[in-house]
Every structure is written in structure tokens, then in C-alpha cells.
């Protein structure tokens, strides 16, 4: 959360429940709403906290930013960060989630 404070952005909300999706951090930056999520692996032995983020995880996810999206009237854009953290190594990803990637042609006009 801290690292996202650092950078300007306010936290809007710590583990955020959007139906069966979990959130870890929603945060804003000006009207851009951005969902945080955190993976942690004490190893990257397998293929570290960078690969931990799945298929159906990210759909969750970008499916929940729509939601949040739709809730808040000063969204003008959305992105899905990724925190990794292998060991005592911490990355941000940005944007790490792609809409066209994980999402139907019908759930993209939404976006």
C-alpha cells in the first residue's frame, strides 16, 4: 500500500470484495481507478510471484474493475497493477492485466 501512496495515488479501499473477486487494493489517481493485486512467493523456483497471476484470476479481476468502473462516476480509465514479491524483491507491473487478452469482444465494449 505504501508504494502506491509514495507514487500519488489514494487508496481507496484494502481487499475489496466485488462478489466471489477479491481485490487487494483499489486505489485512484486522478480519474484513473487502478486494482492492485499482490503475489508473493518466497522462491521464483517456480517461475516466481510474476507467473502466479492465472487466466481465470485476471478475468475476475478485469470483470471487477468494470463493476467499480461503472459504480464511480470520475473513472475515465482503468488498469490492473500486479505487486510481486519473490523474497525480499518487490516489482511493480503495470498494466499487467490486458482486456484484450482475458476478455470476449462483448465484454470489451463494456471497457
Known amino acids: 500500500m505504501v508504494l502506491y501512496l509514495v ?9 475489496v470484495r466485488v462478489g ?5 487494493l483499489v486505489c485512484r489517481r486522478g480519474n ?6 499482490v503475489k508473493r512467493r518466497r522462491t521464483a523456483t517456480h517461475g516466481g510471484a510474476r507467473q502466479a ?7 475476475r479481476l478485469l470483470r471487477a474493475g468494470m463493476w467499480l468502473r461503472a459504480r464511480y462516476p470520475w473513472v475515465r480509465g482503468m488498469r490492473v497493477d500486479l ?6 524483491h518487490v516489482q511493480i ?4 492485466v ?11 465494449v463494456m471497457l
Open 7 to 15: 507514487r500519488g495515488y489514494r487508496v481507496l479501499g484494502r481487499n
Open 83 to 88: 505487486v510481486a514479491i519473490d523474497g525480499w
Open 98 to 108: 490486458d482486456g484484450d487478452t482475458y476478455l470476449s469482444d462483448s465484454e470489451r
Open 53 to 59: 497471476l492465472g487466466y481465470d484470476q485476471a478475468r
Open 32 to 37: 484513473q481507478l487502478v486494482l492492485v493485486e
Open 93 to 96: 507491473v503495470r498494466s499487467a
Open 20 to 24: 466471489r473477486t477479491q481485490v487487494d
